[in-house]
């Protein structure tokens, strides 16, 4: 079945450092691919989307680029700051979007000043 | 994009009991889902909810235990029926339509005691 790999946490960075959040996947056929994020206290929130090879989703500073060949959808950002502090989810769909979604196991980042 | 509200947001109940949680969209959906998030652990997908039908379980996830409305496209229901301390989660519901992505209500922490 459709899996999400994702990087154990936590991770702790100080502010202006440059991120990197690994994600790989195992999915049949062409599955859209996303980035979700928790903050403190509240529900999820779509990040960035990626629904076919190649394509790069981006919002707020931080990207992700779909890699059929490598399967992996890494989130990248290149100066974090102490409000980026949250939880990140890596998760794929099967059916190119608001199918169900198989999550990554998430990983929570510290930004410190 | 569609807004998603949940309530109750958080509840504490009695081992035993059992707690409804509605989940509400502010526009037509085609899908709607219910996920469970455990302390510190990623989503799980519960069920998919079907609009005047019964609901379609995941593997490990039963109708006696969570059973699922979906009068309409709007609104969605979600028992968790004689709980134990281990139904300790977070209850998240989420929708979206056609190609679009997937939006997550607030989410509702249960706790049992």
């Known amino acids: 079945g459709n899996s999400v790999t994702q990087m154990e946490g936590p991770v702790t960075l100080s502010e202006e450092a440059f991120l990197t959040i690994n994600c790989t996947y195992t999915?049949?056929?062409?599955?859209?691919l996303f980035w979700y994020v928790q903050y403190p206290g509240e529900g999820l929130q779509l990040l960035l989307k990626a629904t076919k090879a190649d394509d790069k989703g981006s919002n707020k500073g931080f990207e992700a680029t779909y890699r059929k060949e490598t399967t992996s959808f890494h989130l990248e950002k290149g100066s974090v700051q102490v409000s980026d502090s949250a939880v990140y989810f890596c998760?794929?769909?099967?059916?190119?979007?608001?199918?169900?979604?198989?999550f990554g196991k998430g990983t929570k980042l510290t930004v410190n000043p | 994009s569609a807004v998603i509200s949940q309530k109750p947001s958080r509840d504490i109940c009695q081992r035993g009991t059992s707690l409804t949680i509605q989940c509400q969209v502010d526009s037509q959906v085609t899908m709607m889902f219910w996920y469970r998030q455990q302390p510190g652990q990623s989503l799980t997908l519960i069920a998919t909810?079907?609009?005047?039908?019964?609901?379609?379980?995941e593997s490990g996830f039963v109708i006696d235990k969570f059973p699922i409305s979906r009068p309409n496209l709007t609104f969605s229901t979600l028992t968790v029926s004689n709980m134990s301390p281990e139904d300790s989660s977070i209850y998240l519901c989420s929708g979206g339509q056609g190609r679009a992505e997937a939006f997550f209500g607030q989410g509702t922490r249960l706790t049992v005691v």
């Open positions: 909810a079907n609009q005047g039908s019964e609901a379609t379980y």
């Open positions: 998760a794929l769909s099967d059916q190119g979007g608001s199918e169900k979604l198989v």
């Open positions: 999915a049949t056929g062409y599955p859209s």
